[in-house]
Nanobody
Framework: QVQLVESGGGLVQAGGSLRLSCAASGRTFSSYAMGWFRQAPGKEREFVAR????????YYADSVKGRFTISRDNAKNTVYLQMNSLKPEDTAVYYC?????????????????WGQGTQVTVSS
């Protein structure tokens, strides 16, 4: 069992930066690949980024590539999402999730555990 708690969301102007954190409970955190998803009002939840259990492999949605960076610290049981050059269209609730599969997947069903989400609002 893994419990996930996101933090770091807030209101920022377009072009600004935020860093989201996701703290995980449980001693098996390092065995899970971790992902970030987001859901804007009236839209489906979408994949943002993924990092392998070791941290050596990352994968991003085209919409955030070059602007967002996912990282993890297994000693602290935490995964991060550094978001730079934010745009109004990045406004959403951001969720972190844990996946037990080693295959790079971007589908919601591949992730076993989810956090409660943190709101990110980017003003124009």
């Amino acid at each position: 069992q893994v419990q996930l708690v996101e933090s770091g969301g807030g209101l920022v102007q377009a072009g600004g930066s935020l860093r989201l954190s996701c703290a995980a409970s449980g001693r098996t955190f390092s065995s899970y690949a971790m992902g970030w998803f987001r859901q804007a009002p009236g839209k489906e939840r979408e994949f943002v980024a993924r990092i392998s259990w070791s941290g050596r492999s990352t994968y991003y949605a085209d919409s955030v590539k070059g602007r967002f960076t996912i990282s993890r610290d297994n000693a602290k049981n935490t995964v991060y999402l550094q978001m730079n050059s934010l745009k109004p269209e990045d406004t959403a609730v951001y969720y972190c999730a844990a996946s037990s599969t080693s295959v790079v997947v971007t589908t919601i069903s591949a992730y076993n555990y989810w956090g409660q989400g943190t709101q990110v609002t980017v003003s124009s």
